[in-house]
């Protein structure tokens, strides 16, 4: 059954009544409904279109966590040839809420980074809901090492709350090992191009995504920290998200307005979740013409355009 959140309410009795109706039909093929069932099919589309067409940024925020939107494996199965996984930091441990490997993108090699969050309750728990220990962005900094060594154009694909803050994390130097990826995003030689397919939260979206390009999907959000803990700072009261979120411009529509992302991908009316493959399709036409504009750059053009890219956020013109 399709999950549905607490604003398409109206969406899910319509669509509920369309399933029945054409459980009806299957049960009794004598009895015509067609003209019905189609009326009733319009009506809840017009429902949705209208919904998605202006929806809020707290609502924005509970689309880019919907449990059944595409995650980073999706986009591997659906874009990436012969992927090799590549697993461990060297230092500590395997994190398996960040993956990377080598494979193929239309024909090019290529180092894939991405967090995880797992598809039901047992990969959420494996892949601890896409929050990164320290140990993951020391392995995401040996793979963009390894990438700029071959000549490797790096993707990172983020969707993450933030990277995880329990004491152990903190203990290996989580804060260190989030800097150290960031500034190895920043010296790297081959071009990255970073999507936030979900949720970008934080340094623990930043370390993986300081990037030549960044893409949103339409309804992911990219916030300096999550709503709920936003409002916890400022209001000292986690169930204002809603006002943090309003507050804090976190939609991608928001970010390419300010000049933080450089273009937002598109997604089906009512989300990525409802067409998965569809959405997989369109970032990898992104991802590629993006990777495809640097042929022509030397590594330390693609270093100082990157470098200056971060440099001019939030500067006045």
């Known amino acids: 059954m399709r999950t549905y959140l607490d ?17 009806l039909a299957a049960e009794q093929p004598s009895v015509s409904i067609e003209e019905e069932l189609a009326k009733l099919e319009h009506k ?15 609502q924005k925020t509970q689309v880019a966590r919907h449990p059944e939107r595409p995650h980073f494996r999706h986009y591997i199965d659906g874009l990436v040839k012969d992927f090799t996984p590549l697993s461990g930091d060297r230092f500590f441990a395997e994190d398996q809420a960040i993956l ?27 892949h601890n809901f896409g929050m990164a220990r320290p140990e993951g962005y020391r392995k995401a900094v040996r793979l963009m090492e390894m990438a700029d060594r071959f000549s490797l154009p790096v993707i990172s694909l983020v969707d993450t709350a933030g990277a995880y803050p329990g004491i152990g994390a903190e203990e290996r130097g989580q804060a260190e090992a989030i800097a150290r990826s960031t500034d190895c995003c920043l010296s ?7 999507v936030i397919i979900g949720e970008g939260g934080s340094g623990g979206a930043v370390a993986i ?29 986690a169930s204002r998200a809603v006002d943090a979120a309003t507050n804090m ?7 390419l307005r ?17 067409d998965g493959v569809e959405v997989v399709r369109a970032a990898g036409d992104i991802i590629v013409k993006s990777i495809a504009a640097y042929d022509a750059l030397t590594p330390e053009q693609i270093r100082k355009e990157r470098r200056e890219k ?4 939030g500067t006045v013109s």
């Open 44 to 58: 809840a589309r017009e429902a949705l279109e209208e919904t998605y067409s202006d929806l809020t940024p707290w």
């Open 258 to 274: 300010l000049g933080i992302i450089d273009g937002i991908i598109a997604e089906p009316v009512g989300g990525a979740h409802r």
């Open 249 to 255: 411009k976190i939609t991608a529509q928001d970010l």
């Open 7 to 23: 604003f398409e309410k109206p969406i899910a009795e319509l669509e509920s009544k369309v399933a029945e109706l054409k459980a």
């Open 310 to 313: 971060f440099l001019a956020m």
């Open 188 to 194: 790297l030689g081959v071009p990255i191009v970073s």
């Open 100 to 126: 990377g490997g080598i494979g193929r993108l239309s024909g090019r090699s290529v180092m894939v980074i991405g967090h995880e969050k797992g598809s039901d309750t047992e990969g959420r728990i494996k």
């Open 209 to 237: 995504a300081t990037a030549n390009r960044i893409y949103m999907l339409e309804h992911a959000i990219y916030t300096v920290a999550s709503p709920e803990a936003a409002a916890s700072i400022l209001w000292r009261d």
